[in-house]
């Protein structure tokens, strides 16, 4: 599609200004983020829900800074022109400020990214503000925050009361106050992410959010099926089946290869006679 300059945090507030919806998709590697560029996404998040998708674990808990600025890095290779967010993993932004500091200055240094996420609310914010006086764009991501599921009781859906609605909003007016340039809302009713987008002059960003964000995430992974044991979500919709294409692809191999039907006369170089010739002794018949 050409080199296109990558959006940045000014557009993406005019942009909510203006109602134009803004499309991001995860990707932890070169390839992918290449077809994401190509395919004119606005955005990328190397999110740390590679530990799940990518990296084979139950949570994502175990995703460490050194795996966000390795993937970070490739990401960011094979989508020169996009606008990166990398995910702080888990428990790198909670202690001292020179720790969260350090985990910046990686994903941003070494993993190029042109800003970071971060989950959580009110208890953050300090650390936003902070990353923010640095020069960091900050992505807020508040609702379901995979990083605590462990406190949250399993993956459940957020706002579903009053009180947990005010809470919602509480928290996304306090990352905005603290100078976050948007908000992930990740599994929020439909009515109290649309009262959080009206609430808001910065853009949200949801996942199992509803209709009514200013833009819309989702997985790489589940956008594609490209899973061995694709599980159907509510809040996702597939646009192909990467998945069942791969592994049609490789049992066709697979069984070419054991049939002797690949390679065929097409996939194999040949030497020339004189080689031929030299090599055996004038049979030119070495290789049959
Ligand atoms: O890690 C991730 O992929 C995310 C998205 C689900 C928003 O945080």
């Given at each position: 599609?050409?080199?296109k300059?990558?959006?940045?945090?000014?557009k993406m507030k005019k942009m909510k200004g203006d109602r134009v919806p803004l499309s991001m998709v995860t990707a932890y590697d070169y390839p992918s983020a290449m077809l994401a560029e190509e395919a004119g996404v606005d955005m990328i998040l190397v999110g740390d829900s590679l530990g799940n998708v990518v990296l084979g674990y139950d949570t994502t808990l175990p995703v460490t800074i050194d795996d966000m600025v390795y993937h970070t890095r490739s990401v960011v290779r094979g989508a020169?022109?996009?606008f990166v967010?990398?995910?702080m993993p888990f428990?790198?932004?909670?202690g001292s400020i020179d720790e969260t500091l350090r985990g910046v200055r990686r994903l941003m240094q070494e993993g190029r990214a042109h800003a970071v996420k971060m989950e959580g609310g009110l208890e953050i914010c300090e650390a936003v503000k902070t990353v923010v006086g640095a020069g960091v764009p900050v992505l807020g991501h508040i609702g379901l925050t995979p990083q605590s599921v462990n406190m949250i009781g399993g993956y459940r859906i957020q706002g579903k009361d009053a009180k947990d609605a005010e809470r919602l909003l509480e928290q996304a007016k306090a990352l905005e106050a603290a100078g976050a340039f948007g908000v992930v809302l990740e599994l929020v009713t439909e009515e109290v992410a649309a009262e959080i987008s009206k609430a808001l002059t910065i853009p949200t960003i949801g996942i199992g959010a509803g209709r009514h964000c200013d833009g819309q995430v989702l997985v790489f992974h589940d956008v594609l099926r490209y899973d061995a044991n694709y599980r159907e979500k509510r809040f996702v919709k597939s646009y192909a089946d990467v998945g069942s294409l791969i592994r049609e692809g490789i049992s066709s191999y697979v069984r070419e290869v054991k049939e002797r039907s690949f390679p065929a006369e097409e996939h194999v170089f040949k030497?020339?006679?004189?080689?031929?010739a030299n090599l055996y002794g004038g049979a030119g018949k070495g290789v049959e």
């Open positions: 599609m050409g080199s300059q990558p959006l940045n945090i000014v020169p022109n996009t967010v990398a995910d428990m790198t932004y909670h030497a020339d006679e004189s080689v031929l």
